[in-house]
């Protein structure tokens, strides 16, 4: 087994006259793309939750995760570890620190062990305050006045301020419409595999593969889903549909076991046959950071045998993702419409195939296989 890197020592910044431009260079060095998170906690709040909340918005994410959660803890903690993990982030320097609690102290702490990344801690005062102190008596760490070295650290080895902006940043307003979520409401209901499965390679005998993404439009994609929601699970099940066309039963069978990290694919599973079988789907490299995540996520809020992507009762939540990220599948002629103008209809593929199949004379009409 390969050994494990040590833990980068923490380092706390004395900045001991509140000075404004150790606050400016921090807020400066935050660039995602470069692996840089610059966190500033919200001003009045010492809840361990509302500082998750400013981690994934300092992410790029929508702070609030949709759906219920076990006791009504919403797991924002392990959605931002989960994110952290699979994101190129590397390092985490978070201003006023000497206003932390001990314990939100130490939810950092647990966040650095847990990802590796390199955590800088301000602290506007000239001394560390008791409960700061307290909670990094558990790791190793060093203390800094000097404002160099401060600012190393909030860049690291790339100390470069004059960065190009992230091209796709722009507000998203403009449909994006793939046919591989024209399947995404299917009623096809396969189950997850009770024993061990090894499925081959998708062979595509049944119905054409989803169509290749073009490099721009994978991109899209990929921005709008990171700012779309903070649910690692609801992301990367949208993402999973755009190489798989599969529904969103058939993406529930899926299991963490079940994403392959060295060969780069995904199992899902139909022992019945409603498509194609059980079968591994390769994973488009665009797509691979929401896999990573949400089997992040789902180890940290569950265990192997809960779902890895968004379970059939998360179809609302999903369908409400795809739409605020404004992607959506072919849509009806507008004489054909069932709902109000504006509105995505997701069943339209499955209304037209019923349609046909009524519409055809009872001798062509093959019986069911089951």
Sequence with gaps: MPSTPPLPSVTVILDRHDDTLHTHTALAAHHPPSGRITLHPGPGTTSETGLAHDLLAALGKPPLLPGRFPGGRQPAWEAATAWMTALPVTRLTVLRAHR??????????QLHALTGIHLTLVCHRPHLPAA????????????????????????????????????FARPVDRWLTLPALERLVSYDSPRPCADPCTPPPIAWRHRPPPAPLTAPTAQRIAHRL???TAHPRLAAAVAAAMFTGASLQQLATARPRDYDTAAATLALHDRARYTDGCAAHPIP????????????????VSNEDQELLAAPGDRGHLLRVAETARLR???PPAARRKGPVGRVEWDWRER???????????SRVRPSRR
């Design 100 to 109: 932390l609690t001990a314990r939100r102290t130490m939810r950092l702490l």
């Design 132 to 167: 700061l102190h307290q909670a990094l008596r558990t790791v190793d760490y060093s203390v800094t006045a000097d404002f160099e070295a401060a600012r190393r650290h909030y860049y690291g080895a790339t100390a470069t301020e004059h960065l190009p902006a992230d091209g």
């Design 226 to 228: 990171h700012t779309a």
């Design 285 to 300: 490299p665009w797509a691979s950071v929401f896999l990573r995540a949400a089997v992040c996520f789902t180890r940290l």
């Design 329 to 331: 599948p072919p849509q």
């Design 352 to 362: 037209q195939e019923a349609e046909q199949y009524e519409a055809m004379p009872a």
